[in-house]
């Protein structure tokens, strides 16, 4: 992506103590509004589900019949999905606004508006995905006199969709996001943006699945590990993943950060990948890229690249596509160049999710333009930190046994954090002794190994050569625990882990060379 344009650094002081994201006086499901292709069936049974799911009454659902290619020009989409959808909306009161004879430079019809009472508009899969450039109707401004990165008039359905209740807002480069960076939005910034999301993937049963995942994610509240890959090809990248991996850390959930050239390779640990934030890479690579791997229930998951989401409808193409189609639940992304200050800011993605806002809201406050190049897959009523730590140990027998381990972890931080080291400890000790596992055995190890308790850090990672078969998101967990006892002087120990692993059917052939290099080694 280019060098900066028009945005400065700025902190996410500014959402501490914040009450925006407080429970609404109303229903925001009641004002969601879903936008299907009646031309496609499944399109309009997405719609149908996602409505009966989240209660969203059915009139909310609008079919209209819309091209079936993932690209169209700008005359297809103002006469079929533009025009229709906002007379539509007026027609039935969602946008206050009278339309006119007389037609903007884009051909749509001027309004007078004054407002609208959409929560999100949901674009089902089967609903276009990008505007090709149309110099025709590229309009001269002073933002793109002399600057030939903003001549161009390509963009998101999703994003000009955004301007729905705006008169004859402008389609040359982007228009500013008047809710970018604001806790509590006026109601005359609230009133010019329609804040749009999509339920959309590889497959039907894909877009299906976000809907069911952030149910579920909701329910039981986040519960794994965070994951940051840092060291893109710009400073200011790399400094907005920092302060994510500090603000993951200070929440006390477990966080990986890969600072090396590259993103994680496919051998690193990378269990219950519930949070990640990396770059840069082209198509999705790594651990996710290895053959059965999946992101539990709820997972949000960014990766900042200039073209993440040229497609939707791959499994295999750049990241948003693979990445829905492995089970993330919540995830931002690029249909063309947008340049890095004017994608979303994982900072403020993140601040208002943790703040305890709704992904619908989080987007919103995160992307700096509109009428411009960017995406969001998934719920926007999806809260994933709506169900708090001591909610979700209350719920302890409730929780699914494979997810237990994290929310053990994120305690033991919470009470590091409050200087009870000793409790720490022994809440580690008691319940890896009741349930063991590899996550708590690696926490265990790491707290004793730093108590000067080299002995029991090797006991505990030692359980770890006896168990059932693994799965695929247990190898490279199993790795780090010989790395440990490797570097603990336990070299036999560190070889049973390598032969469990080596033992391990669909291990790809790839992993196992490199295991076996290890374990020699």
């Known amino acids: 992506m280019g060098p900066r344009l028009l ?44 409505a009966m799911r989240r209660e969203i009454p059915p009139a909310n659902v609008i079919a209209l019949p819309l091209p079936a290619e993932e690209t169209i020009s700008w005359t297809a989409f103002v006469e079929s999905v533009w025009q229709p959808l906002q007379d539509e909306l007026i027609r039935r009161g969602w946008i206050d606004a009278v339309a006119s004879a007389r037609l903007d430079a884009a051909g749509r019809k001027r309004i007078v508006a004054n407002g609208h009472r959409i929560s999100y508009l949901v ?19 002073p933002m793109i006199a002399g600057n030939e990165r903003m001549r161009t008039n390509q963009a998101s359905v999703d994003s000009e969709l955004a301007t729905l209740a705006q008169d004859d807002p402008a389609i040359s480069a982007f228009l500013p996001n008047p809710l970018f960076r604001k806790t509590n939005p006026a109601a005359a910034d609230l009133a010019q943006v329609i804040k749009v999301s999509r339920l959309d993937g590889p497959d039907a049963a894909a877009a299906r699945g976000l809907v069911d995942h ?11 590990r965070a994951y940051v890959d840092i060291g893109g090809p710009y400073p200011e990248g790399d400094r907005w993943l920092t302060e994510v991996a500090g603000t993951l850390a200070g929440l006390g959930i477990d966080t990986e950060v890969n600072r ?11 269990d219950a990948p519930v949070l ?12 996710m890229a290895v053959g059965g791997f999946r992101f539990p229930a709820g997972a949000v998951a960014m990766h900042i690249h200039s073209h993440s989401a040229p497609t939707l409808r791959s499994a295999g193409e750049a990241w948003v596509g693979p990445l829905v189609a492995r089970g993330a639940t919540a995830v931002v992304g690029n249909v063309f160049e947008p340049f890095l200050e004017l994608t979303h800011d994982p900072r403020l993605l993140l601040a208002v999710l943790r703040a305890g806002g709704t992904f619908g809201d989080a987007v919103f406050a995160a992307q700096p333009a509109l009428s411009w190049q960017t995406i969001a897959i998934g719920d926007p009523l ?82 770890l050569g006896r168990g059932p078969e693994l799965t695929v998101g247990e190898w490279g967990t199993i ?43």
């Open 382 to 463: 999806y809260r994933p930190f709506a169900v708090t730590l001591d909610e979700q140990l209350a719920r302890r027998p409730q929780l699914p046994a494979d997810r237990f381990p994290y929310l053990v972890i994120r305690q033991v931080h919470r009470l590091e954090t409050l200087g009870n080291e000793t409790e720490a400890l022994a809440l580690l000790r008691r319940e890896f002794a009741a349930r063991a596992s590899v996550p708590l055995a690696l926490a265990l190890a790491k707290k004793l190994e730093q108590a000067g308790d080299s002995a029991g850090a090797v006991a505990a990672l030692t359980v």
């Open 214 to 224: 952030a149910i579920e994610g909701e329910r039981t509240g986040l519960l794994g």
């Open 276 to 287: 990640y934030f990396g770059w840069y890479s082209t198509t999705l690579d790594g651990p």
């Open 260 to 270: 090396a050239p590259g993103t994680f390779e496919a051998a690193d640990r990378f």
């Open 123 to 141: 674009l089902c899969r089967g609903v276009p995905l990008r505007l090709s450039d149309d110099p025709v109707r590229l309009v001269e401004t």
């Open 7 to 50: 945005l400065g650094l700025l902190t996410l002081a500014f959402l501490a103590g914040s009450s925006l994201y407080a429970a609404a006086a109303d229903n925001p499901a009641a004002r969601v509004i879903i936008l299907a292709n009646a031309s496609q069936p499944e399109s309009v049974q997405l719609a149908r589900y996602y």
């Open 479 to 521: 790795r780090a625990a010989a790395q440990k006892l490797s570097a603990l002087g336990a070299p036999d120990a560190a070889g049973e882990l390598y032969r469990r692993m080596l033992g391990s059917p669909g291990l790809p052939a790839d992993l196992a060379a490199l295991f076996e290099q290890e374990a020699r080694r």
